[in-house]
């Protein structure tokens, strides 16, 4: 069966998140529905990330396997049509070598939230930012993100209910800066744990606030404790913004690998499977 890699960009507001569930709408039943609709096949499709409710996508990825070999800009074109009127988009598709998983073979994902920082309300974006008022200093923020970048555990920044074998996590990148009324923070990891982004923003801002210094974030990381997180920020101004993944010869070699040794979950590095907020086991 030819296998499809997807790119995908939602509005998370009308969403539970993107994994299917039984008490409300999903991105993931919406593009399986248009799957359906589209060649008669059923489907499930497997994501890169299990983004939680009203969070949002701009590079989300997901496979999807069919029983006919069709172009794969016919694939797309389908698909956009029977995604109407959800606020759900391909963005782009492709064929992709034996093997390839949207999870297991992805090596970073990234992230970015987006702080509204003005007094007056936020109108055309509302539910799309977080809005803040007081006047947060960009700079400080991302000094004291710097404290998170790394090899560490994260056990202070992540859910209660975080079902992640282990709290260690690798942070590539973390940046803030500001452009006009908008704060921007940016990550990326192979993996993220869950409510990690989230927990992380809202402890910064309580830096750009003045309230903490990069010393009080360092604290908190070195407690190992939940109750010495700084206020989560909501979903509202998460985006998962871009999936990257190792080369096909890699994969194909590392799926190679993983039947040799009598895998049972999929190929890859499990560290890289229990992701964020969206993070990738939600929010």
Not at 98 to 119: C, L, P, Q, T
Not at 178 to 192: K, L, M, T
Not at 196 to 205: A, D, F, H, I, K
Not at 263 to 278: F, K
Request: include cysteine; aromatic fraction near 8%; glycine fraction near 10%.
């Amino acid at each position: 069966m030819p296998r499809y890699k997807l790119t995908i960009e939602y509005d998370g507001r009308p969403f539970v998140g993107w994994q299917r569930q039984a008490n409300g709408p999903s991105v993931q039943a919406v593009i399986e529905r248009a799957v359906k609709a589209f060649c008669g096949d059923e489907v499930t499709i497997g994501g890169a990330g299990r983004t939680d409710t009203g969070v949002h996508a701009t590079g989300q990825v997901a496979h999807v396997d069919l029983t006919r070999d069709w172009p794969a800009e016919t694939v797309m074109g389908a698909l956009n049509f029977h995604c109407l009127p959800d606020p759900v988009a391909i963005m782009a598709c492709e064929k992709m070598h034996e093997g390839f998983d949207a999870r297991f073979s992805a090596i970073r994902r990234a992230y970015r939230y987006r702080i509204i920082n003005r007094v007056p309300p936020v109108t055309f974006e509302r539910g799309l930012v977080w809005h803040v008022k007081p006047d947060l200093d960009a700079e400080a923020m991302h000094a004291a993100a710097q404290v998170f970048v790394g090899h560490h555990d994260f056990t202070t920044f992540r859910h209660s209910r975080c079902q992640a074998k282990s709290p260690e996590k690798t942070l590539e990148v973390f940046t803030v800066r500001r452009e006009g009324h908008e704060v921007i923070a940016e990550c990326a990891s192979r993996s993220f744990l869950h409510n990690q982004v989230r927990s992380m923003v809202g402890t910064l801002r309580l830096v750009g606030e003045g309230r903490w210094t990069a010393d009080d974030v360092r604290a908190a990381l070195a407690a190992r404790d939940r109750k010495a997180c700084g206020p989560v920020a909501p979903p509202d101004g998460l985006y998962l913004t871009r999936v990257d993944y190792r080369p096909a010869e890699v994969d194909t070699a590392a799926r190679a690998a993983w039947l040799s040794g009598g895998g049972s979950a999929g190929p890859g590095d499990q560290a890289g499977a229990e992701d964020d907020d969206g993070e990738g086991s939600g929010d």
